[in-house]
Protein backbone atom coordinates (compact mmCIF):
# COMPACT_ATOMS: atom_id res chain seq x y z
CA UNK A 1 0.00 0.00 0.00
CA UNK A 2 1.19 3.30 -0.85
CA UNK A 3 0.96 5.55 2.66
CA UNK A 4 3.10 8.82 1.67
CA UNK A 5 0.05 10.63 -0.16
CA UNK A 6 -2.08 13.10 1.69
CA UNK A 7 -5.80 11.90 0.83
CA UNK A 8 -4.87 9.20 -1.73
CA UNK A 9 -4.81 5.96 0.00
CA UNK A 10 -3.82 3.01 -2.75
CA UNK A 11 -3.41 -0.43 -2.38
CA UNK A 12 -2.82 -3.00 -5.43
CA UNK A 13 -3.00 -7.08 -5.37
CA UNK A 14 -2.49 -10.03 -7.34
CA UNK A 15 0.72 -10.88 -9.00
CA UNK A 16 2.05 -11.29 -12.33
CA UNK A 17 0.46 -15.31 -12.82
CA UNK A 18 -2.17 -14.43 -10.36
CA UNK A 19 -5.53 -14.79 -12.16
CA UNK A 20 -5.87 -10.83 -11.91
CA UNK A 21 -4.30 -7.61 -10.61
CA UNK A 22 -6.34 -5.47 -8.69
CA UNK A 23 -6.35 -1.77 -8.10
CA UNK A 24 -8.18 -0.05 -4.99
CA UNK A 25 -8.37 3.69 -4.54
CA UNK A 26 -9.86 5.74 -1.51
CA UNK A 27 -9.60 9.39 -1.85
CA UNK A 28 -10.78 10.12 -5.26
CA UNK A 29 -12.83 13.03 -5.58
CA UNK A 30 -16.49 11.94 -6.44
CA UNK A 31 -18.82 13.57 -9.08
CA UNK A 32 -15.99 13.71 -11.39
CA UNK A 33 -16.37 12.82 -15.31
CA UNK A 34 -14.26 9.72 -16.54
CA UNK A 35 -13.61 8.84 -19.87
CA UNK A 36 -13.26 5.01 -20.19
CA UNK A 37 -12.34 4.89 -24.03
CA UNK A 38 -9.49 7.51 -23.38
CA UNK A 39 -8.35 5.71 -20.17
CA UNK A 40 -8.19 2.24 -21.49
CA UNK A 41 -6.10 3.58 -24.55
CA UNK A 42 -3.92 5.02 -22.33
CA UNK A 43 -3.70 2.13 -20.13
CA UNK A 44 -2.48 0.07 -23.62
CA UNK A 45 0.41 1.98 -24.09
CA UNK A 46 1.87 0.38 -21.93
CA UNK A 47 1.18 -2.92 -23.17
CA UNK A 48 3.67 -5.38 -24.95
CA UNK A 49 3.49 -5.17 -29.00
CA UNK A 50 5.09 -7.09 -31.55
CA UNK A 51 8.86 -5.73 -31.19
CA UNK A 52 12.45 -6.06 -31.10
CA UNK A 53 11.93 -4.78 -27.32
CA UNK A 54 9.05 -6.17 -26.20
CA UNK A 55 7.88 -9.30 -23.99
CA UNK A 56 6.27 -11.68 -26.53
CA UNK A 57 3.61 -12.10 -23.34
CA UNK A 58 1.07 -10.39 -24.96
CA UNK A 59 -2.16 -9.41 -22.49
CA UNK A 60 -5.27 -7.74 -23.44
CA UNK A 61 -5.42 -5.60 -20.35
CA UNK A 62 -9.07 -4.44 -20.45
CA UNK A 63 -10.31 -2.31 -17.41
CA UNK A 64 -12.94 -4.40 -15.65
CA UNK A 65 -14.57 -1.39 -13.00
CA UNK A 66 -16.10 -3.30 -9.78
CA UNK A 67 -17.02 -0.06 -7.84
CA UNK A 68 -16.83 3.66 -7.20
CA UNK A 69 -17.80 4.74 -10.82
CA UNK A 70 -21.04 4.91 -11.84
CA UNK A 71 -22.19 5.62 -15.03
CA UNK A 72 -18.89 7.43 -15.85
CA UNK A 73 -19.30 9.69 -13.07
CA UNK A 74 -16.84 8.86 -9.92
CA UNK A 75 -18.95 8.51 -6.95
CA UNK A 76 -16.90 9.26 -4.27
CA UNK A 77 -16.43 5.52 -2.60
CA UNK A 78 -13.74 3.34 -2.73
CA UNK A 79 -13.01 2.60 -6.44
CA UNK A 80 -11.52 -0.46 -7.47
CA UNK A 81 -10.60 -1.88 -11.08
CA UNK A 82 -8.95 -5.58 -12.13
CA UNK A 83 -7.16 -6.49 -15.17
CA UNK A 84 -7.42 -10.50 -15.82
CA UNK A 85 -4.43 -12.33 -16.40
CA UNK A 86 -4.75 -14.46 -19.47
CA UNK A 87 -1.40 -15.35 -21.10
CA UNK A 88 0.93 -16.89 -18.75
CA UNK A 89 3.21 -19.23 -18.64
CA UNK A 90 4.01 -20.67 -15.44
CA UNK A 91 6.49 -23.77 -15.89
CA UNK A 92 8.75 -21.25 -17.48
CA UNK A 93 9.58 -20.64 -13.44
CA UNK A 94 9.26 -23.66 -12.12
CA UNK A 95 13.58 -24.16 -11.69
CA UNK A 96 13.78 -21.08 -10.25
CA UNK A 97 12.66 -21.09 -6.85
CA UNK A 98 15.96 -22.22 -5.09
CA UNK A 99 18.18 -20.28 -7.82
CA UNK A 100 17.71 -16.41 -7.60
CA UNK A 101 17.71 -15.01 -10.44
CA UNK A 102 20.84 -11.72 -10.17
CA UNK A 103 19.46 -7.91 -9.65
CA UNK A 104 15.47 -9.52 -9.02
CA UNK A 105 13.92 -9.55 -6.02
CA UNK A 106 14.03 -13.40 -6.30
CA UNK A 107 16.44 -13.71 -3.08
CA UNK A 108 14.90 -11.16 -1.10
CA UNK A 109 12.43 -12.11 -1.29
CA UNK A 110 13.03 -15.39 -0.12
CA UNK A 111 14.30 -13.67 3.09
CA UNK A 112 11.35 -11.93 3.82
CA UNK A 113 8.88 -15.06 2.96
CA UNK A 114 10.95 -17.74 4.28
CA UNK A 115 11.04 -19.12 0.73
CA UNK A 116 6.94 -19.28 0.25
CA UNK A 117 6.96 -16.73 -2.35
CA UNK A 118 5.39 -17.04 -5.54
CA UNK A 119 7.98 -15.54 -7.91
CA UNK A 120 6.17 -16.86 -11.30
CA UNK A 121 6.73 -13.86 -13.91
CA UNK A 122 8.52 -11.95 -10.83
CA UNK A 123 5.20 -12.02 -9.00
CA UNK A 124 4.43 -9.22 -7.03
CA UNK A 125 7.62 -7.08 -8.33
CA UNK A 126 7.13 -7.63 -11.89
CA UNK A 127 6.31 -4.87 -14.21
CA UNK A 128 2.95 -6.19 -15.08
CA UNK A 129 2.18 -4.55 -11.74
CA UNK A 130 2.32 -1.35 -13.64
CA UNK A 131 -0.80 -1.86 -15.44
CA UNK A 132 -2.84 -0.75 -12.15
CA UNK A 133 -0.29 2.35 -11.64
CA UNK A 134 -1.52 3.10 -14.91
CA UNK A 135 -5.22 2.77 -14.58
CA UNK A 136 -5.06 5.32 -11.44
CA UNK A 137 -2.41 7.58 -13.56
CA UNK A 138 -4.90 7.73 -16.39
CA UNK A 139 -7.72 8.85 -13.77
CA UNK A 140 -5.17 11.40 -12.56
CA UNK A 141 -4.27 12.80 -15.96
CA UNK A 142 -7.95 13.00 -16.60
CA UNK A 143 -8.45 15.13 -13.36
CA UNK A 144 -5.53 17.38 -13.34
CA UNK A 145 -6.56 18.91 -16.74
CA UNK A 146 -9.61 20.34 -14.93
CA UNK A 147 -6.48 22.66 -12.91
CA UNK A 148 -4.78 22.83 -16.85
CA UNK A 149 -2.39 20.60 -15.44
CA UNK A 150 -0.76 18.24 -18.41
CA UNK A 151 1.73 15.46 -17.88
CA UNK A 152 3.62 14.19 -20.43
CA UNK A 153 6.64 11.51 -20.24
CA UNK A 154 9.13 9.89 -23.34
CA UNK A 155 11.94 8.15 -23.24
CA UNK A 156 15.39 10.78 -23.54
CA UNK A 157 18.00 7.70 -24.11
CA UNK A 158 18.32 4.23 -24.30
CA UNK A 159 21.74 3.09 -23.48
CA UNK A 160 24.56 5.40 -24.74
CA UNK A 161 22.20 6.75 -27.47
CA UNK A 162 20.80 10.59 -26.09
CA UNK A 163 17.41 11.37 -27.76
CA UNK A 164 16.18 14.99 -26.99
CA UNK A 165 16.38 16.36 -23.26
CA UNK A 166 14.60 18.87 -21.63
CA UNK A 167 18.15 19.36 -19.90
CA UNK A 168 18.44 21.33 -23.71
CA UNK A 169 14.93 22.55 -24.33
CA UNK A 170 11.40 21.93 -22.31
CA UNK A 171 9.67 20.34 -25.39
CA UNK A 172 5.94 21.80 -25.96
CA UNK A 173 2.98 19.43 -24.50
CA UNK A 174 1.96 19.00 -28.49
CA UNK A 175 4.11 17.75 -29.72
CA UNK A 176 4.91 14.77 -26.74
CA UNK A 177 1.21 13.91 -27.46
CA UNK A 178 2.20 13.51 -31.28
CA UNK A 179 4.53 10.79 -30.87
CA UNK A 180 4.16 7.21 -31.25
CA UNK A 181 1.87 6.19 -28.53
CA UNK A 182 4.25 2.59 -27.79
CA UNK A 183 7.98 4.19 -28.51
CA UNK A 184 7.80 7.94 -27.36
CA UNK A 185 11.23 9.32 -28.49
CA UNK A 186 11.85 12.26 -30.74
CA UNK A 187 14.84 11.50 -32.97
CA UNK A 188 17.50 8.64 -33.72
CA UNK A 189 14.43 6.09 -33.18
CA UNK A 190 15.79 3.89 -35.98
CA UNK A 191 19.33 3.87 -34.37
CA UNK A 192 18.43 2.82 -31.21
CA UNK A 193 16.13 -0.27 -32.86
CA UNK A 194 19.21 -1.04 -33.99
CA UNK A 195 20.25 -1.05 -30.67
CA UNK A 196 18.23 -3.06 -28.72
CA UNK A 197 17.81 -5.36 -31.72
CA UNK A 198 21.38 -6.13 -31.47
CA UNK A 199 21.45 -6.33 -27.61
CA UNK A 200 18.53 -9.00 -28.35
CA UNK A 201 20.48 -11.48 -30.07
CA UNK A 202 22.89 -11.28 -28.04
CA UNK A 203 20.62 -12.71 -25.56
CA UNK A 204 21.24 -9.42 -23.14
CA UNK A 205 19.31 -6.32 -22.39
CA UNK A 206 19.56 -2.55 -21.98
CA UNK A 207 18.74 0.17 -19.95
CA UNK A 208 17.74 4.07 -20.60
CA UNK A 209 16.30 7.45 -19.53
CA UNK A 210 12.88 8.58 -19.05
CA UNK A 211 11.89 12.18 -19.22
CA UNK A 212 8.60 13.10 -17.30
CA UNK A 213 7.03 17.07 -17.28
CA UNK A 214 4.60 18.31 -15.91
CA UNK A 215 2.91 21.86 -17.29
CA UNK A 216 0.85 24.69 -15.29
CA UNK A 217 1.04 23.42 -12.08
CA UNK A 218 0.74 26.27 -10.06
CA UNK A 219 2.89 28.35 -7.57
CA UNK A 220 2.43 27.29 -4.23
CA UNK A 221 1.98 23.31 -4.32
CA UNK A 222 2.81 20.20 -1.60
CA UNK A 223 4.93 21.39 1.64
CA UNK A 224 8.68 20.89 2.95
CA UNK A 225 10.98 18.39 4.18
CA UNK A 226 8.99 14.64 4.52
CA UNK A 227 5.89 16.47 2.90
CA UNK A 228 7.87 17.63 -0.19
CA UNK A 229 6.69 17.30 -3.95
CA UNK A 230 9.80 15.97 -5.39
CA UNK A 231 9.84 13.50 -2.33
CA UNK A 232 5.99 12.62 -3.10
CA UNK A 233 7.09 12.02 -7.13
CA UNK A 234 9.87 9.66 -6.48
CA UNK A 235 8.40 7.93 -4.04
CA UNK A 236 5.58 7.07 -6.34
CA UNK A 237 8.51 6.94 -9.73
CA UNK A 238 9.72 4.18 -7.48
CA UNK A 239 6.73 2.34 -7.22
CA UNK A 240 7.90 1.17 -10.49
CA UNK A 241 10.16 -1.42 -11.19
CA UNK A 242 13.05 -1.21 -12.58
CA UNK A 243 13.97 2.38 -11.25
CA UNK A 244 17.33 2.82 -9.68
CA UNK A 245 17.52 7.09 -9.88
CA UNK A 246 14.99 9.70 -10.02
CA UNK A 247 16.17 13.18 -10.37
CA UNK A 248 14.16 16.84 -10.44
CA UNK A 249 15.82 19.24 -12.91
CA UNK A 250 19.00 19.50 -13.79
CA UNK A 251 19.52 16.39 -11.27
CA UNK A 252 23.25 15.04 -10.62
CA UNK A 253 24.46 17.82 -13.10
CA UNK A 254 23.91 20.83 -10.40
CA UNK A 255 26.81 19.66 -8.58
CA UNK A 256 29.05 20.53 -11.37
CA UNK A 257 27.64 23.94 -11.47
CA UNK A 258 28.68 27.18 -9.33
CA UNK A 259 25.68 29.63 -7.79
CA UNK A 260 25.37 31.64 -10.67
CA UNK A 261 24.86 29.03 -13.14
CA UNK A 262 22.42 27.10 -11.29
CA UNK A 263 20.66 29.77 -9.82
CA UNK A 264 17.11 30.23 -11.57
CA UNK A 265 16.82 33.98 -11.75
CA UNK A 266 12.97 35.42 -11.35
CA UNK A 267 11.68 37.59 -14.23
CA UNK A 268 8.14 38.71 -14.71
CA UNK A 269 6.75 37.55 -18.28
CA UNK A 270 4.29 40.37 -20.30
CA UNK A 271 1.55 38.88 -18.09
CA UNK A 272 3.42 39.79 -14.94
CA UNK A 273 3.56 35.98 -14.03
CA UNK A 274 7.00 34.94 -12.37
CA UNK A 275 8.64 32.99 -14.35
CA UNK A 276 12.47 31.99 -14.28
CA UNK A 277 15.06 32.28 -17.06
CA UNK A 278 16.22 28.84 -16.59
CA UNK A 279 14.58 25.98 -15.01
CA UNK A 280 17.89 23.97 -13.23
CA UNK A 281 15.25 22.93 -10.04
CA UNK A 282 12.70 21.39 -12.41
CA UNK A 283 9.79 23.60 -10.87
CA UNK A 284 10.17 22.87 -7.31
CA UNK A 285 11.86 24.93 -4.65
CA UNK A 286 12.11 23.93 -0.87
CA UNK A 287 9.61 20.99 -1.90
CA UNK A 288 6.88 23.44 -3.26
CA UNK A 289 6.28 23.78 -6.85
CA UNK A 290 6.91 27.41 -8.74
CA UNK A 291 4.76 27.77 -11.38
CA UNK A 292 7.48 26.61 -13.63
CA UNK A 293 7.28 23.33 -15.73
CA UNK A 294 7.98 20.51 -13.10
CA UNK A 295 10.72 18.20 -15.18
CA UNK A 296 11.92 15.05 -13.81
CA UNK A 297 14.25 12.49 -15.38
CA UNK A 298 14.12 8.61 -14.25
CA UNK A 299 16.68 6.10 -14.89
CA UNK A 300 15.48 2.36 -16.34
CA UNK A 301 17.54 -0.45 -15.03
CA UNK A 302 18.46 -3.05 -17.88
CA UNK A 303 15.76 -5.74 -17.79
CA UNK A 304 17.35 -8.84 -15.43
CA UNK A 305 16.29 -11.24 -16.83
CA UNK A 306 18.62 -11.91 -19.92
CA UNK A 307 19.43 -15.70 -21.76
CA UNK A 308 23.14 -15.52 -20.90
CA UNK A 309 23.98 -17.80 -18.60
CA UNK A 310 24.78 -16.33 -15.00
CA UNK A 311 26.04 -17.06 -11.99
CA UNK A 312 24.31 -17.74 -8.75
CA UNK A 313 23.57 -19.65 -5.81
CA UNK A 314 21.14 -22.78 -4.98
CA UNK A 315 19.42 -21.78 -1.49
CA UNK A 316 18.63 -25.54 -0.96
CA UNK A 317 21.98 -27.38 -1.29
CA UNK A 318 23.95 -23.81 -0.16
CA UNK A 319 26.23 -24.40 -3.31
CA UNK A 320 26.94 -21.95 -6.04
CA UNK A 321 25.95 -22.54 -9.59
CA UNK A 322 24.73 -21.21 -13.11
CA UNK A 323 21.23 -20.04 -14.34
CA UNK A 324 19.73 -19.74 -17.87
CA UNK A 325 17.07 -18.26 -17.61
CA UNK A 326 13.87 -18.99 -19.95
CA UNK A 327 10.10 -17.31 -20.60
CA UNK A 328 9.39 -14.10 -22.53
CA UNK A 329 11.25 -11.33 -21.29
CA UNK A 330 11.43 -7.73 -22.73
CA UNK A 331 15.27 -6.77 -24.20
CA UNK A 332 14.64 -3.25 -22.83
CA UNK A 333 11.67 -2.49 -21.07
CA UNK A 334 12.58 1.30 -21.08
CA UNK A 335 9.22 2.57 -23.47
CA UNK A 336 6.99 0.22 -22.17
CA UNK A 337 7.80 2.15 -18.77
CA UNK A 338 6.76 5.55 -20.10
CA UNK A 339 3.35 5.41 -19.06
CA UNK A 340 3.83 3.90 -15.62
CA UNK A 341 6.28 6.82 -14.78
CA UNK A 342 4.12 9.44 -16.26
CA UNK A 343 1.38 7.95 -13.84
CA UNK A 344 3.38 8.60 -10.97
CA UNK A 345 3.67 12.06 -11.85
CA UNK A 346 0.20 12.58 -12.35
CA UNK A 347 -1.07 10.47 -9.35
CA UNK A 348 1.68 12.79 -7.02
CA UNK A 349 -0.07 15.51 -8.33
CA UNK A 350 -3.14 15.45 -8.08
CA UNK A 351 -2.61 13.98 -4.34
CA UNK A 352 -1.03 17.46 -3.85
CA UNK A 353 -3.98 19.02 -5.44
CA UNK A 354 -6.86 17.96 -3.96
CA UNK A 355 -4.88 18.33 -0.73
CA UNK A 356 -5.07 21.99 -1.58
CA UNK A 357 -8.52 21.79 -1.69
Not at 39 to 46: A, E, G, N, T, Y
Not at 82 to 90: H, L, Q, R
Not at 174 to 194: C, G, P, Q, T, Y
Not at 201 to 227: H, M, R
Request: net charge neutral; charged share 25%.
Amino acid sequence: MLNNLEKLKIDILGASHASRITLIVDGLPKGKKIDLDELQKFVDRRKATNSAFSTKRLEGDIIHIASGLKDGVLTGERFEAYVENTNVKSQDYSNLQDTPRPSHADYVAYVKWNGKQDMRGGGKFSGRMTVAICILGGIAKQLLREYGIEVEAYVSSIGNIKSSSYKDTIPNVEDIKKLDSHFRVFNKKDEINALIEKTAQDKDSIGGVIECIAYNVKPGLSDTLFDSLEGKIASCAYAVPAVKGVEFGAGFDIAKMTGSLANDEFFYDEDKNVKTYTNNNGGINGGISNGMPITMAVAIKPTPSIAKEQRTINLKTKENTTIEIQGRHDACIVPRAVAPIESAMAIAILDSVISEG
